[in-house]
Nanobody, 122 residues
Framework: QVQLVESGGGLVRPGGSLRLSCVAS????????MDWYRQAPGKERELVAR???????SYVDSVKGRFTISRDNAKNTVYLQMNSLKPEDTGVYYCNADIQWSWHPSGRKHYWGQGTQVTVSS
């Protein structure tokens, strides 16, 4: 059984910073891409940032230059450092990981965490 657990959300003033963490636990042999998504009230969930197993990163345009995704493969953890936060960054942030438990093509699945609330408000 694989589980993703996020932490680090909270209430912050505009211009402030937060660091989110997501830890994967369970039995598996490899974690491929790890992503951060967010869902604002009344909006669809959107991909915010992605990092490959080798460390290649990509970001949605609205967070480029402000957010940094990183990972520690030894700890099965992905981070999202969020700086210069804006009210429009408010939402529930979800971790998603492409996890492989077998080298068989069917031994691979995407998992979601439970989400952590980020609120940017004065």
């Amino acid at each position: 059984q694989v589980q993703l657990v996020e932490s680090g959300g909270g209430l912050v003033r505009p211009g402030g910073s937060l660091r989110l963490s997501c830890v994967a636990s369970g039995t598996f042999i490899k974690i491929n891409d790890m992503d951060w998504y967010r869902q604002a009230p009344g909006k669809e969930r959107e991909l915010v940032a992605r990092i490959s197993n080798g460390g290649i990163t990509s970001y949605v345009d609205s967070v480029k230059g402000r957010f940094t995704i990183s990972r520690d493969n030894a700890k099965n953890t992905v981070y999202l450092q969020m700086n210069s936060l804006k009210p429009e960054d408010t939402g529930v942030y979800y971790c998603n990981a492409d996890i492989q438990w077998s080298w068989h093509p069917s031994g691979r699945k995407h998992y979601w965490g439970q989400g952590t609330q980020v609120t940017v408000s004065s």
